[in-house]
């Protein structure tokens, strides 16, 4: 926790000469107690996030900080385009910015978030300055000013999934997004962020207000100044040019823009010119302003001020109420918690949603074939066919459809297709299972089946009771005119079943014991049948019988010891 210091400056923070006296509590810190970038998120190797809620509540929650409002401002975008570097340009204003001469000494390094030159990523997760800066508002209010440094998208060793949970926690934790972006506002740089802030509003409550507070689009190394100049006032003409919404355009180009005019409050743009060669092809280069072309060094004076004067920053928002330092600790825990679970769809890239869509596409019309041509042979009013007929017919219509899904250009590689082709094979057996269904419901005699087979049942016992009766072998008859008496019970009771659509599992197993009865060549199959019937459904017997079918499990068992 940061110790309260006796001195601050006009803005209410403390003065650079005194930032080393800055202590902390826990002893995982550095010992000179110097401020410094903690790391509060943290992108694990297997691509799982994990929130450092010590680190951040011993910078939001120290005394000082903790019930003042809170301004966050985050710098997000592609990796190795120089958001660390001007983060720490950034921190030299909050501790300088007293002084005309904020940017310091012409000769001395840049210090702060860690950054460096070359092509590999520098800045993994988010990382917050220790020290949160105290500002007096225009209007009196005293605010907290969070300085957030973030990881770089479209890294080599990040997901798409990474890179978009990133900046979507970025975007929804801070009050004003700085947006890096090199050399133009390109149409895929809209794309990504309509996905990333779209990634992020889905974590959202919804809100009848814009989810999302100021985003400021930063072009680096801006070449066409004669087009529009460097600095605000030519980046607001620049960007009212790229967002602009017109008739002409095609609607995807025009869901884009009105996408990121629906998120965010306000909009903004600066553009900013190359900083030289030496910055960018000196392997050694520290950051030392002597070495930095000095237009870059003008415009630097210009937008970090911009940027961070009292009466621009604005203060975090969520849902029209202003946020705490205690609040925003609340908030990102609750954020983070829904992006390590898996309520939230993964995002995909643009190479991988195409080739599912693609391939589902194939799959749709290859079931279209297949139904249309299942429906000629057997569907609505068709006469009924012969089961082992409509068999043949399937599996040739079914080979079509599969030529048809194989037969279209499909992206993702035949690897990737395969588990389509799967899917559809299953898919059109399960409806081929339901044709079979619709064609035996028009066999006058298979509809018939269950009260025939009950009918002969009766028949046969009645004769053979009447016939053993007459010979005097009154065992026999007892027992026939016992499955008659149960044959007629059972016909009653399907024939409720059957108007009233009560009790449908006795009905659908009274219907497999007269199947099994009626389709069986011989005595020993049906016999099996019936076994199988009676194993399947043998918890109704138990509900109906409980007490004998224990008896008879118990005989069984004494058989079995003998």
């Known amino acids: 926790m940061a ?49 450092d809620e010590a680190a951040l509540s011993r910078i939001l929650l120290s005394e000082e900080v903790r019930d003042r409002e809170v301004v966050a401002i985050s710098v997000a975008g592609a990796f190795r385009k120089g958001k660390s570097f001007l983060m720490d340009f950034m921190l030299r204003y909050m501790y300088n910015h007293a002084s005309e001469n904020w940017l310091g ?73 700085v947006y890096n972006i090199s050399q133009n506002v390109q149409e895929d740089d809209l794309q990504h962020l309509q996905l990333f802030t779209e990634y992020g509003r889905l974590a959202m409550e919804e809100t009848f207000l814009k989810p999302f507070q100021s985003m400021i689009f930063l072009v680096r190394d ?16 620049f960007l009212e040019k790229r967002l602009k919404i017109s008739e002409n355009q095609h609607e995807e180009l025009q869901n884009v823009r009105k996408h990121i005019h629906s998120c965010f409050t306000n909009i903004s743009c600066f553009l900013m010119p190359h900083p030289g060669l030496k910055v960018a092809t000196n392997p050694h280069f ?10 870059f060094i003008n415009n630097l004076k210009v937008l970090v001020p911009w940027l961070l004067s009292p009466r621009n920053i604005d203060v975090k928002e969520i849902n029209g109420s202003k946020i705490t330092c205690r609040g925003l600790v609340e908030y990102f825990k609750a954020y983070i918690k829904i992006y390590q679970g898996e309520e939230l769809p993964h995002p995909k890239s643009m190479l991988q949603a195409t080739a599912e869509a693609n391939n589902l596409a194939a799959v749709a019309a290859a ?44 992206m993702g590689g035949e690897e990737f297709s395969r588990r389509y082709l799967q899917q559809l094979e299953g898919e059109i057996d399960e409806v081929f299972v339901q044709y079979i269904k619709h064609n035996d419901s028009k066999n006058i005699f298979h509809a ?44 009653c009771t399907w ?68």
């Not at 990133?166 to 934790?173: E, G, H, K, N, R």
């Not at 801006?222 to 003409?237: D, I, L, R, T, V």
């Not at 059957?498 to 099994?516: H, T, W």
Request: charged share 25%; net charge negative.
């Open 3 to 51: 110790k309260h210091r006796p001195e601050r400056d006009s803005w209410g923070e403390w003065s650079l000469s005194d930032k080393n006296v800055y202590d902390w509590s826990s002893e995982e810190e550095e010992p000179d107690g110097r401020a410094r970038p903690i790391q509060v998120l943290l992108v694990k190797d297997d691509h799982t996030f994990e929130l």
């Open 105 to 177: 000494d012409a000769d001395e390094p840049l210090t702060g978030f860690s950054w460096r030159g070359g092509s590999e990523r520098e800045t993994t997760g988010i990382q917050i300055w220790s020290e949160v800066f105290l500002v007096d508002k225009p209007d009196g209010r005293k605010v907290a000013v969070l300085l957030m440094d973030t990881q770089g998208t479209f890294d080599s060793q990040s997901t798409l999934r990474d890179s978009a949970t990133v900046f979507a926690l970025s975007t929804m934790i801070s009050s004003m997004q």
């Open 222 to 237: 801006w070449s066409f100044p004669y087009e529009f100049p460097y600095g605000q006032e030519g980046g607001m003409k």
């Open 286 to 295: 520290d950051g030392r302003i002597k070495e930095i072309d000095s237009e």
């Open 367 to 410: 079931k279209d074939l297949y139904n249309k041509k299942m429906e000629e042979v057997c569907g609505g009013d068709r006469p009924f066919l012969a089961p082992s007929e409509l068999q043949n017919r399937h599996s040739a219509i079914r080979e079509e459809a599969l030529q048809v899904f194989r037969g279209v250009k499909k």
């Open 448 to 491: 018939a089946r269950t009260p025939a087979t009950l009918f002969v049942v009766i028949f046969v016992m009645y004769v053979a009771a009447g016939i053993t009766g007459f010979v005097g072998v009154d065992i026999i008859a007892s027992l026939c005119n016992m499955i008659l008496g149960l044959a007629l019970i059972t016909l």
């Open 495 to 562: 024939a409720y079943i059957r108007y009233s659509g009560e009790y449908r599992e006795l009905g659908a197993v009274i219907d497999q014991v007269a199947g099994a009865l009626w389709d069986q060549g011989s005595t020993n199959e049906a016999l099996y049948k019936l076994y199988n019937v009676a194993a399947n459904h043998r918890h109704l017997y138990h509900h109906a019988f409980p007490g004998p079918q224990v008896e008879e499990e118990g005989e069984e068992q004494d058989k079995k010891r003998d």
